[in-house]
């Protein structure tokens, strides 16, 4: 008896040590994600990345090496994007990844810019590969990897820049030019650099164009009350009112708005109302606005085939649609990533980076490529060509995709009081 006991117990023993051929069983991949995560940038990133890592273990995981290995998503505050709070604390929170959380690739931010920008060093330092993916609107990103490959080829970016999103939105108002006679502009933005830069660009590509720019109003963070530009536009006969604002109090210009009924569309880049609860916390007064949510799948629409099934997927994990500009970016990260790493057979970083310049793959958004020398995602007008961008219209308590063509789900609607 005692030798059979003996024996049952080195059987379990056996059983139990031996592998499953399970990846979760595996050293997990882990992806680091330095975040602001009070803000929508964030926590729809977050949601995004952990939505795709899911599917990816359910599917078995990353193949390496001869192995299924899980990914694993560690999140950190940044809090980049709280006033006050210095690059230096968003600078420390990406190093606390890399160090203490041992994060093997990075995804995400950090979102502000400035801070962005300022961790491109870091990632040259511990030789870490990072696409960004929310936030971090500027030109220099990229500007900086085409300069100093060697030094900042780590720094991949598969999300939206300024200088596109301008041609965006200037051949959109072209069209509107078209079809509906506007011609004449007011720029309202938020005293902050990007929303600054934005109003800038676009009043000097709108003139280049032959537009009438009336005035560009700069608005101090937190300001509750438009009512004074809001009447000296419709004054002035604009017909168009261009927005760069990322403060929740933008909701209160376009209650004004709609209360004032000016005869203007207004069109632009307003965090706020890119979420799908926004129509109710204005009361529906932002109907009519358009928005740039810088990638497709932001919202719902049919831009490829899994657009869609994303967009559902999302819905069924965290009870809402996709809520903004990162999260289908975020979301597809993971899988370029996993994409990159089958490809080398390797979680190295000079192998990734080579996958990564290789990779080819039609994603959420349309075909996604990274530009070899700038490592920006390729965009298009086209999902067949390249990443394709997402501008929504509120129309009937719904963002329906409006632009561009080849992809709209609707046309744009002008207010009733405008015709």
């Not at 009070?38 to 952990?50: I, P, S, T």
């Not at 600078?91 to 961790?119: C, H, M, Q, Y």
């Amino acid at each position: 008896m005692r030798n059979l006991v003996c024996c049952l117990i080195l059987l379990l023993t056996i059983i139990f040590l031996m592998p499953t051929g399970s990846g979760a069983q595996e050293k997990p991949i882990i992806i680091g994600a330095p975040l602001s995560t009070a803000f929508l940038y964030g926590w729809d990133a977050e949601r995004g990345m952990k939505l795709a890592a899911e599917e990816i273990n359910k599917a078995g995981g990353v193949t390496v090496g001869g192995k299924k290995r899980p990914f694993a998503v560690e999140v950190i505050d940044t809090r980049d994007l709280e006033p006050g709070v210095p690059v230096a604390e968003a600078l420390l929170a990406v190093e606390k990844l890399i160090l203490d959380k041992k994060a093997d690739f990075l995804v995400g931010g950090p979102i502000r810019s400035e801070a962005a920008l300022a961790a491109m060093d870091l990632l040259n330092k511990h030789k870490k590969v990072s696409i960004a993916t929310t936030g971090n609107l500027t030109p220099a990103y990229t500007k900086k990897i085409a300069e100093n490959y060697e030094k900042y080829k780590y720094c991949f970016r598969n999300s939206n820049q300024v200088g596109e999103m301008m041609k965006e939105f200037v051949t959109l108002l072209e069209d509107l030019r078209k079809t509906h006679g506007f011609n004449k502009a007011y720029i309202m933005v938020q005293d902050v650099a990007h929303a600054r830069a934005g109003g800038e660009t676009m009043q000097k590509a709108l003139t280049e164009k032959g537009w009438t720019v009336i005035d560009m109003k700069i608005y101090p963070t937190g300001t509750v009350d438009y009512s004074v530009g809001l009447i000296d536009s419709g004054k002035k006969g604009a017909n168009v009112l261009f927005l760069w604002m990322d403060m929740p109090e933008s909701a209160v210009l376009l209650k004004q708005w709609s209360d004032m009924k000016l005869k203007s569309l207004p069109i632009g880049f307003v965090n706020a109302a890119e979420q799908p609860g926004f129509w109710k916390a204005v009361e529906g007064k932002c109907e009519y606005l358009i928005v740039n949510l810088c990638n497709g799948g932001n919202a719902p629409a049919k831009i490829t085939s899994w657009t869609m099934k994303f967009v559902e997927a999302y819905k069924k994990k965290w009870g809402l649609e996709p809520e903004g500009y990162g999260t289908s970016s975020s979301y597809m990260a993971v899988y370029q990533l996993k994409a990159a790493i089958e490809k080398a057979n390797s979680t190295d970083s000079e192998a990734v980076i080579k996958a990564l310049e290789e990779i080819d793959i039609m994603g959420v958004y349309g075909r996604m490529r990274f530009d070899k020398k700038t490592h920006q995602i390729i965009p298009s007008f086209d999902p067949k060509e390249g990443a394709v961008t997402g501008i929504i219209q509120w129309q009937s308590g719904k963002r329906v995709q409006i632009f561009p063509p080849k992809v709209a789900e609707g046309k744009v609607l002008v207010p009733p009081w405008m015709k």
